[in-house]
Structures are given as structure tokens and as C-alpha cells.
């Protein structure tokens, strides 16, 4: 990887909520282009908060995002399971075109080129022959290799996952990892929200652990340590929504390597730019 590229995600003391009120805040620090990073924390540590602002779906309330290699139409966001109605009469074919969206338009029609591609994702799901099924007929496992499909249709240089492994069947969740780490192979930037930490350990080269602000950043194995996972956990019970004042702490910012961490048996690695996340700031308590 050319390390003279400009980071694909740059944050700026980005804070993210819901009525004024801070799901995360106060992060700062780069994602290279081309990284695979798991997000990581306790429960409402904000980690879905982060990605629907990456994905442009929350403003932040204080602090920017700044992307300056994507092109329009450059991030592909698959958020948590539940934006599918099972009960509208939709076919799984239907549901992947969707994610042909940005070269057809709302009420463009599919040539027979485009329907070859939405085959051809299905067939890299293993859903060749469920074209016709009826998108609520599908199991867990079966409706996330559908959602996956429409994602590769969307052929986007950044990808955001939201639990993308969330109760679905062992079999299905070692499919898609390995088209996440396709994915990653082919240099493209993957932010996705992982609750096994055996999973990230195994898979995913770099962490970013939160708990409501930046805990650690880099090496997944330097930032899933015993003594910083029960930081963000004492964080997340100490925190105070209400708190009148944040003071600075220091951050566990770990630089991330210039060779792979983590061997993914590709054959080649995939090195990283630095990345550096400023502060660490606590709501009083």
C-alpha cells in the first residue's frame, strides 16, 4: 500500500448523539485506506452511534468527518438487521438489486447485464436458486447472505457493518467473514462491529475499542488487553450522561503496524499508515 495516501476517515474531536445528548464523543484519529478494523466495546459504548456518522446518517453534534479519498457514493453502510420489512411482497432478487440503487436510480429499470451481476452475487452468497423466494421466507442466516449480496453489488471503496454476525448459524458466519476478508484483499477500507472478541482476535488486524470515547486504537492484540477492556467497562458503568464537565486523560493510542498483524493466509500483506487518535476525555462523575 502506497503510505503517501490520505487516510480514508479522518476524525476530528468528533462527538455523536441523539438530542444533544453524547452517544461517543470527543474521538479524534485517522483510518487508513485499506485497514480492516473490528469496533469494539461494551454495550451502548456507541459503536453503532459512530458508523451511522460515518455513514452520513447522524450530524455530529460537535467535531467533524472528513473523507477526502472517497468519491460520491463511496460508502456502503449494512446496519443492523430490521430495515427489511419480512412482510412486504418483495423477492430476494429484488432486495439485492437495491443495491444497484446508486447506477439505476429509483425508478430505472435493469438491463440484462445488471441482472447477470445480481446472479452473480447471489451465486457468492450461496443463494443461487432463491431469486424468486419471498425475502420474509428466508431464515437469519439466509437474509444476511442476501444483505451481503446487495453490499457486493454496491461495489463501494468503504464499508460499514453493523453486527453483521449477530445470531446467525456458524456456517453462514464463517461465508461471510471470509467475503469481509476478500473484500479486504482487494484494499478496500471495512469498519465493522463485532461482539466476539475471539472473532476479532482471529480476523481483524486492528481494533478500535469505545466506551463513549476512545479507549484504545491499533494492533488488535494490543488493544484487547485484560487491563484495557476493564477500563471500558469501568468507563461505561462510571458514565454520566449528565455530567457538567469532561476532563483529559490520556489515551492508550497504539501506532498501527507497518507490515500485518495478522495473517489472513492471502499471501500478501497489507500495510497500514500510521494512525493517531488525540484524547481521551471522561464525563465527570
Known sequence: MDLALPPMIRLDNLTLGYDRHPAVHHLSGEIPAGALVAVVGPNGAGK??????????????GG?????????????YMPQRGEID???????????????????????GLSRAQRQRVREALSAVGLSGFESRP?????????????????ILQDAPLILLDEPFAAIDSRTVDDLVALILGWHAEGRTILTVVHDLEQVRRHFPTA??????????????????????ARARRLSEAFDEHAPECHIENVAVLPL???PAHDHGHGEGHGHAPAHAAHDHRHSS
Not at 419480512?86 to 440503487?101: D, N, R
Open 257 to 259: 503496524p507497518a507490515a
Open 48 to 61: 453503532s452511534t459512530l458508523l451511522k456518522g460515518i455513514a452520513g446518517e447522524l450530524r455530529p453534534i
Open 86 to 108: 419480512h412482510s412486504f411482497p418483495v423477492s430476494v432478487f429484488e432486495v439485492v438489486a437495491m443495491g444497484l440503487w446508486h447506477e439505476i436510480g429509483a425508478f430505472g
Open 135 to 151: 425475502i420474509g421466507s428466508l431464515s437469519g442466516g439466509q437474509l444476511q447472505r442476501a444483505r451481503f449480496a446487495r453490499l
Open 64 to 76: 467533524r468527518i472528513v473523507m477526502p479519498a472517497l468519491p460520491a457514493g463511496g460508502v456502503a
Open 208 to 229: 478500535l475499542l469505545l466506551s463513549r470515547e476512545p479507549v484504545a486504537f491499533g494492533p488488535t492484540a494490543q488493544v484487547l488487553t485484560p487491563e484495557l477492556l
